[in-house]
């Protein structure tokens, strides 16, 4: 039977109840957004992974642009996004060679488009860590080379995408993505529901889940020797959801408002182990897991964030506010 350590996942539900009331709080303009201390000064993903300005921007700019692409554009738009995470290298990249579609993938240029940029800014974001070794792929000198080189080859030249249009799963899709080059779990799963936010494929987030690193440390904390042999990781996320109303109310946070009616899926449910982790880093440091402290300070940003969600979702009819901006002075938590 899965039992946790109370005393500790009692800090995975108050987590996610005051990271949440400060989107809400942003949302309505209610300031302090939290009295935390912790919570100001480190840096900590939104409970709802479509929500991380990242992940708003892929929804809203590369997915659901204005114009219209195929299928396979689209994915082939997700995956050269997801490789770099970075929307300034995806401007840049549209910016130098038109918009982005299968039609004008010229590796020959866009890779010296890279190389031009790289000189004085970085092109890759650092929050995922993106390995730039594979033996397929050695022969080329750069990160960005050999990704896009893998790109061709593999997804467009095997027919991976192809394949991932046919998919009749969540897990089928990573299954697809898994088996190329450079792409492991973490990066598979990922992928995985970025490409589901578009039309082309729909599979429920409650599917399928894959337990990240910083996850695993999280549930190792929260339910200890209960994420053995015993029991899957995934088992544990999915034991979450299942009892998610139950151990809310057992512990006083349940006053918890969902995202414009959407409740946590398995993917928001497994960052939040990641995010627990670090926030028991510093609510209890006598707990270690590997790393020992966060790594991140919070930095405000200075631009306004444009909430727009998958329209399948049926959720952006309930947004009053379109746009959230950030305070002109005094900057604290969004």
């Not at 809400?24 to 992974?49: A, G, H, I, M």
């Not at 974001?125 to 893998?150: F, P």
């Not at 599917?207 to 999280?218: C, D, L, N, Y």
């Not at 109310?249 to 959407?262: Q, V, W």
Request: with cysteine; aromatic share 16%; net charge neutral.
């Amino acid at each position: 039977m899965i039992k946790p350590n109370e005393e500790v996942f009692k800090y995975y539900f108050y987590f996610i109840q005051e990271r949440m009331n400060i989107f809400w709080n942003k949302y309505e303009e209610n300031y302090p957004l939290t009295r935390d201390p912790t919570l100001q000064s480190y840096k900590f993903t939104n409970v709802y992974r479509a929500m991380d300005r990242v992940s708003q921007y892929l929804i809203k700019n590369v997915i659901y642009s204005d114009e219209k692409f195929s299928d396979k554009d689209v994915l082939f738009r997700i995956i050269v996004f997801k490789i770099f995470n970075k929307f300034e290298t995806w401007e840049y990249l549209e910016s130098e060679i038109g918009e982005i579609s299968l039609e004008n993938f010229n590796l020959k240029h866009i890779n010296n488009a890279l190389l031009a940029r790289k000189v004085s800014n970085p092109i890759f974001n650092n929050a995922y860590m993106m390995t730039g070794t594979h033996s397929l792929y050695n022969h080329l000198n750069y990160k960005h080379e050999k990704w896009l080189q893998m790109v061709k080859d593999e997804l467009i030249g095997q027919s991976v995408i192809d394949k991932i249009i046919d998919a009749t799963s969540l897990s089928d899709t990573f299954d697809h993505l898994r088996g190329c080059s450079f792409i492991g779990d973490f990066l598979a799963y990922q992928y995985a529901i970025d490409m589901n936010y578009s039309n082309v494929i729909n599979f429920s987030e409650d599917s399928f889940v894959k337990a990240g690193i910083g996850s695993i440390r999280g549930i190792k904390k929260c339910f200890g020797n209960a994420s053995s042999a015993s029991y899957s990781n995934e088992d544990i996320i999915k034991f979450t959801q299942e009892n998610f109303e139950y151990y809310q109310t057992k512990f006083d946070f349940d006053e918890f408002k969902p995202l414009f009616g959407r409740a946590p899926t398995l993917i928001d449910l497994q960052n939040c182990f990641c995010e627990t982790d670090k926030l028991l880093r510093v609510k209890m440091p006598d707990l270690q897991v590997q790393n020992k402290r966060i790594k991140q300070r919070y930095k405000e940003t200075p631009k306004s964030l444009e909430l727009f969600f998958p329209p399948k979702w049926n959720i952006n009819n309930n947004i009053e506010r379109l746009s959230l901006a950030p305070r002109a002075e005094n900057f604290t938590l969004f």
